[in-house]
């Protein structure tokens, strides 16, 4: 009996030490239907979406983004001014804790600046999304043909980029 208690003992304290190494294991953030916006091959710039999902206690950001098909990556988001849609380029896009934030044609995005091939439907493209703690989130994902999210927000895309770099 007192061996049996002891192992039970052994097995829980085995349990309690290894929670906090198996919480380091699983990626805490994780992306959920990642894609980009398949463009005609005049265009310059395109945007990728995806949800974003935060399995942690805190609050995480993601601070910045890279790509192998653009010269620039940035993070967007969409503001309405004076009823007009435009693009802003944003620090951080915070994912709360226990939570997700989804990036979206007409919300948050990662903006493709400055294309260096054509993206056609089916295309895949690489994204390292950088989070506030150091680590570095890879997204693999394929370009695909979808609609604008509003007529002139759409546009606006493509066209009306402040080009700051
Ligand atoms: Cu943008």
Avoid: C, W
């Amino acid at each position: 009996m007192n061996a049996f208690l002891r192992l039970g003992r052994a097995l829980l304290a085995g349990l309690i030490l290894s929670a906090p190494l198996s919480a380091l294991a699983a990626p805490a953030v994780t992306v959920e239907h990642p894609y980009a916006r398949a463009v005609p091959p005049v265009a310059r710039n395109s945007g990728a979406f995806m949800l974003i999902r935060n399995d942690s206690d805190q609050a995480r950001r993601v601070i910045a983004a890279r790509s192998d098909v653009s010269r620039v990556t940035e993070l967007h988001t969409h503001i309405h001014d004076h009823g007009v849609m435009r693009m802003r380029r944003v620090d951080f896009i915070e994912v709360p804790a226990h939570g997700s934030v989804a990036l979206k044609p007409g919300g948050y995005h990662v903006m493709l600046i400055g294309l260096k091939h054509p993206l056609r439907p089916g295309d895949p493209v690489h994204i390292d999304l950088t989070l506030d703690d150091g680590s570095v989130l890879p997204v693999d994902l394929k370009a695909k043909k979808i609609g604008m999210p509003m007529k002139m927000g759409g546009m606006q895309h493509g066209m009306a980029m402040p080009m700051k770099h």
